[in-house]
């Protein structure tokens, strides 16, 4: 199987300062991980994404950091802004399923003004 | 496009009650998931389907059953509600060629 852990379940940053979340996963023979953002009330949304080839992928103020030999992934989101205050979930693909993705508990990130 | 609704938004059900929920997407998604969301937890998977007529168990399938007879809509069933069925329950969809999941705006379910 797999399990998803987040090695903090809250984080606060001020706004305009860097944030980083991260993930850790168990199984190596994963090979697909999204970030998706979960707003009060709301569905997870998706954010970025990246493919076990890969370590490092931009988007526009996030990045996504990928450590296969730790089983490791980060969420860096540049310049935070009020905006970003959401509860951060990393998702891991689980091999060999019908496209079932395993889901960490998520860190609730608040931007303090 | 409205991608994945989900209705309906809130419900509160007596123990031993029945409900269905029900899920649409317009994306001619194949792939159809629903999950609950427990504080402090992430999502986790009910049961799923690849594909009209389709149903499979996910992690946590007691107490719930799901039927997709037409493409677009996957309804999850509580046929004897509990207290430990209280959740916001989401649907995702996908559509099976990549690993992105679209989420509804969710359900939130008490059952007293």
């Known amino acids: 199987g797999e399990s998803v852990g987040l090695h903090l379940p809250t984080l606060s940053v001020q706004e305009g300062d860097n944030s980083i979340i991260n993930c850790a996963y168990s199984?190596?023979?994963?090979?697909?991980f999204i970030w998706y953002k979960q707003e009060s009330g709301k569905g997870p949304q998706f954010i970025i994404d990246?493919?076990?080839?890969?370590d490092k992928r931009q988007g526009q103020r996030v990045t996504v950091l990928l450590n296969k030999t730790v089983k490791h992934l980060s969420l860096q989101i540049a310049a935070t802004q009020p905006g970003d205050s959401a509860v951060y979930f990393c998702?891991?693909?689980?091999?060999?399923?019908?496209?079932?993705?395993?889901f960490g508990s998520g860190t609730q990130l608040t931007v303090l003004p | 496009n409205a991608g994945v609704t989900q209705t309906p938004k809130f419900r509160v059900l007596k123990t031993g009650q029945s409900m269905t929920l029900l899920c649409a997407q317009d994306?001619?998604?194949?792939?159809m998931y629903w999950y609950r969301q427990d504080p402090g937890m992430g999502l986790r998977l009910i049961h799923y389907?690849?594909?009209?007529?389709?149903?499979a168990k996910g992690e946590v399938p007691d107490g719930y059953n799901v039927s997709r007879l037409k493409k677009q809509n996957f309804l999850l069933g509580l046929e004897s509600a509990a207290p430990s069925q209280t959740s916001v329950y989401f649907c995702?969809?996908?559509?099976?060629?990549?690993?992105?999941?679209?989420f509804g705006p969710g359900t939130r379910l008490t059952v007293t």
């Open positions: 995702a969809s996908s559509s099976g060629q990549g690993w992105e999941q679209y």
């Open positions: 199984n190596s023979a994963s090979d697909y």
């Open positions: 990246i493919r076990s080839n890969m």
């Open positions: 998702a891991v693909s689980t091999p060999g399923s019908a496209r079932q993705l395993t």
């Open positions: 994306m001619n998604h194949e792939y």
């Open positions: 389907s690849v594909g009209e007529g389709t149903t």
